[in-house]
Structures are given as C-alpha cells and as structure tokens.
C-alpha cells in the first residue's frame, strides 16, 4: 500500500493552495486543522451549521490526495449491519445445503469455512480498513449526530486503534490508516470520548469576503456584478430570524439558477421568484418575500456601494 504521507501538503500554505485548485476556500484556521489531522494520522471532526462546506471538506481531500472517498452517511437506526460488516446469510444457506448434498460435512470446518472473508459482506467502516488498496481513503462519517448515541461506542475502536473485531474471524487492522472526517450539524451532542480521538474545528458561515472567493470560483460563469449583489444580500439574509439560515450550499445553488435564468443583477421581482432555491420552509420564504425583500436589497446594494468607494 502506498502511503498517503506522501503526497501530504509540505505546509498549511501549500495545503490552502492545493485546496484553492479543487476550488474550496479554506481559511487558515481549518487548513491548519486539516494539515495536523494529516501529519498526526488523527480524525478530523469538524461541527458546523448544515451547507457551510464541511462534507466538501472530505471530497476535496480525496480528490486531492488522488485516493478514494468511501462514505457512511449516518442515519437513525444506524447499527453494525449497515456500517461495520454483516454476513451474507443467503450465500451461507446455499453452501450448507451443498455441503449437505455432499453427504460428508466436518462441521468444524464447515464452521471455519462459512464464517470466513468469503461470506463477509463489508460495509463502509470495514472497507476503509482493507489493506489491498493502493492508498489509504479518505473515509467520511457524515452527519453523525443523526445517528444514535450508542452507534458512537461502535467508532471508538476505529478512531482510536484503526481496527475492527469480528468476534467469528477476529481483528481487521489497517496497515496504513485512513484519513477519517467525521461530520455533525450539531442537533445533539457528541460524546466527549469520541471527541477526544479527534481534531476539533467549527466552520462558521463565511465572511463576505471568503463567500465572494468561493461563489466566483464555483461559479466562474456568472458576472462580477451578480456574484457581489448575490454574496451581498445572503449575507444581509442570515440576520433575519429565520427557521433555517442560508448556508453556502444554497448561495452557490442560487447564483447557479440566476445564471441559467440569463440574469445579470438582483432584482426584487426575481428575488422573490426564486427565494425557494434558498430557504426551504414556507414560514421563512413568507417572511421574507416583499418589504423585507426590498430592504435587505438596498442594504445588500449600499453595501456594495460602500466597498467600491473604499476601493476607489
């Protein structure tokens, strides 16, 4: 297997600029975060409102160190069967019949020989463990505060050791362990020992700044001046008292609309159009619509107006 370390940014610098190429700003803060968690082998939990840019984070990373993403996407009800392993019992009922047909069963080995690699079905905790890839993966745990709290106790080997008992076969140890992202938007609190396994860092929403960065390299296609208006008025949005704020997920998915709507500047007649690509529950688009459209607009705009003068 070919180490990872290898093709590990030299520094944050380097690091911030490797993840400029596959267009994700990072500001130092998590570059720094992301470096360490590399150089030290140590998971990486990062917390953060939904649609900031942490799950990119993993993405990006794969595709940056040229390995793959195996990805567990957490979900109540989540046990050992969907993302550690379990057996594929079909096959096994198949071989004790044949076995069965042969008339000559040593049932100690057949014993062995059911619970055994071939009959193991791996699921994504296990995969990332398996020491025949060319490269260690990049693994993402994502949303793991969807998930019960018992599943935690089922990562704590995984994050601690790399590796996964199976009571019928035995221990699974990653020659080279996997860079690990783990995910969670914060709807519950993650137990302290599984925190401790990682590196911590929050991602917040974007200043306007590095939310210009990130909408004009997403999304070259759009113009300078609709790409501004844009950052400007989600910027001015995520100060109302809304059920769920904008993130940078649904900035990019707006400007992408407007640019395919043939639009060159905000309007309120197309803001109001189009404010379902953003918010995502009827109580906020009905607060918003209207008056509070016009008036985060005109901020949105003297805003931009302020910033040209300074520049000027």
């Excluded at 942490?54 to 794969?62: G, I, N, P």
């Excluded at 940078?248 to 043939?262: G, K, P, Q, R």
């Amino acid at each position: 297997m070919t180490q990872i370390a290898s093709s590990v940014p030299l520094s944050v610098d380097e690091l911030q600029n490797t993840l400029r190429k596959e267009l994700y700003v990072a500001d130092r803060g998590l570059a720094m975060s992301i470096y360490l968690a590399l150089k030290l082998k140590r998971p990486l939990f990062l917390e953060g409102e939904a649609g900031v840019g942490k799950t990119e984070v993993a993405k990006v990373l794969a595709s940056a160190l040229d390995t793959d993403l195996i990805r567990l996407q957490c979900y109540e009800g989540l046990d050992v069967s969907q993302a550690v392993y379990e057996w594929n019992y079909s096959r096994q009922l198949l071989q004790i019949r044949l076995l069965e047909a042969s008339g000559d069963v040593d049932r100690d080995q057949a014993e062995r020989d059911l619970f055994s690699d071939e009959f193991l079905i791996k699921r994504p905790l296990l995969q990332a463990l398996d020491s025949s890839r060319d490269r260690p993966p990049v693994l993402l745990i994502d949303e793991l505060d969807r998930a019960d709290e018992e599943f935690e106790g089922y990562l704590l080997e995984v994050l601690s050791d790399f590796q996964i008992t199976i009571p019928e076969i035995g221990t699974y140890k990653a020659d080279e362990p996997p860079v690990v992202v783990i995910t969670s938007n914060r709807t519950r609190e993650i137990h302290d020992a599984l925190k401790r396994r990682c590196l911590y860092y929050w991602i917040d929403y974007p200043d306007l700044q590095k939310e210009m960065q990130i909408v004009t390299s997403k999304v070259p296609e759009a113009s300078k001046k609709l790409a501004g208006q844009v950052t400007a008025f989600v910027q001015e949005l995520r100060g109302v008292e809304l059920y769920k704020v904008p993130g940078v997920a649904e900035t990019l998915d707006w400007i992408a609309a407007l640019v395919s709507l043939n639009e060159k500047e905000l309007s309120p007649e197309v803001i109001d159009d189009t404010l379902g690509i953003m918010l995502k529950y009827h109580e906020d688009i009905e607060a918003v619509r209207g008056e509070q459209t016009r008036a985060l607009l005109n901020r949105a705009l003297n805003q931009g107006a302020r910033r040209g003068g300074r520049r000027g």
